[in-house]
């Protein structure tokens, strides 16, 4: 177990190493926040880190999980090649405040090899993301469950900051959490984005010059859908739609996976009478990087 920077941030690499840490501050009444990630961190993690250390204040905990979980990656998709960048990864979550980074190995997240069970998402998780890589939530929520319980304090409640940008995995993890019993907050942070508006993604490295332009078609179509809002669901769809249709067009061109116009709560479509919360979602494909983003907003306009 090292220590990394002027915070004394604990690098732990084994489940061990974290339980001693946990053993270390036993019966302490101070706040216990855990933020979870695949690492490649950015500033968009750095949000995460500093509302983490916000809500447990100085006298608290924070503990930053850096594991790319193969569980979650399907056939096809960009496993070997996500970047792993663990040094800047201690330097950033240093700098926003954690107190624990825990990174483990594969072998030490799944001893035994990929587990035999599992945790399902559901039909929640068939739908959108769930439909266009199967079964990556329930790799994602396996992951989420494990991780939960291994930083969690020996007595007393986490609270667990996840980002909105992931909107419908947030959604998952809440729906978990509270059908399991987990005794954990769960806390969703605003999405955080480029000043060209492109949402902040460790994928973003993938993207070259043209791509990126391209890729801007993403915020653009959700900035068009929320303007929409008050005149009701179908103008939402029409707005976002048209802006997409024309990056269809672009070099090189956004090749769409979907565009949905969700409930927040469950991620099935909105009818187009609905009134009220509801999150525009969209996936698409930009050269080799897909790319995902969302915007929550308020559907008016519809007569009940």
């Known amino acids: ?35 979870m990630t ?7 993690h750095g949000a995460l880190i500093r509302a983490a250390r916000e809500s447990a204040g100085e006298r608290g905990h924070v503990i930053v999980t850096v ?18 960048t663990l040094d800047a990864d201690l330097a950033l979550a240093r700098e926003a405040g954690a107190d624990v980074v ?22 929640m998780g068939s739908r959108l993301e769930g439909a266009s890589r199967p079964g990556h939530f329930d ?15 020996l007595s007393g409640r986490t609270t667990a900051f996840y980002g909105e940008k992931d909107a419908q995995q947030l959604a998952l993890i809440r729906r978990m959490a509270a059908d399991l ?26 993207l070259g010059t043209a791509d990126r332009g391209t890729a801007l078609a993403l915020s653009r179509a959700l900035r068009a859908g929320a303007a929409a809002a008050p005149s009701g669901s179908a103008a ?20 769409l996976d979907y565009l949905a116009l969700v409930d927040p709560g469950t991620f099935a479509e909105v009818s187009d009478e609905h009134n009220g919360p509801a999150v525009l979602a969209v996936a698409a494909r930009v050269g080799t990087t897909r790319l995902i983003d969302n ?3 308020v559907i008016a306009g519809a007569r009940s």
């Open 139 to 153: 790799g994602m929520l396996t992951v989420v469950a494990k991780l939960l319980h291994l930083t969690a304090p």
């Open 295 to 297: 915007v929550p907003l």
């Open 1 to 35: 177990m090292g220590i990394s920077g002027d915070r004394k941030t604990v690098l732990a690499s084994t489940a061990a190493e974290l339980a001693d840490y946990r053993g270390q501050h036993a019966g302490e009444p101070q706040p216990w926040s855990v933020v």
């Open 102 to 123: 825990y990174a483990p190995s594969v072998d030490e997240v799944y001893p035994g090899g990929q587990p035999e069970v599992r945790v399902t998402s559901g039909a």
């Open 236 to 255: 939402v769809r029409a707005a976002a739609s048209a802006v997409l249709a024309d990056a269809a067009l672009a070099a090189p061109p956004l090749e």
């Open 181 to 206: 019993n987990f005794p954990v907050d769960v806390v969703g942070v605003p999405t955080v984005r480029e000043p060209d508006g492109l949402a902040l993604s460790s994928r973003n490295v993938y």
């Open 67 to 84: 594991f790319v979980n193969p569980l979650q990656f399907g056939a096809g998709e960009d496993l070997d090649r996500y970047p792993r």
């Open 38 to 44: 695949m690492g490649a961190l950015h500033a968009g």
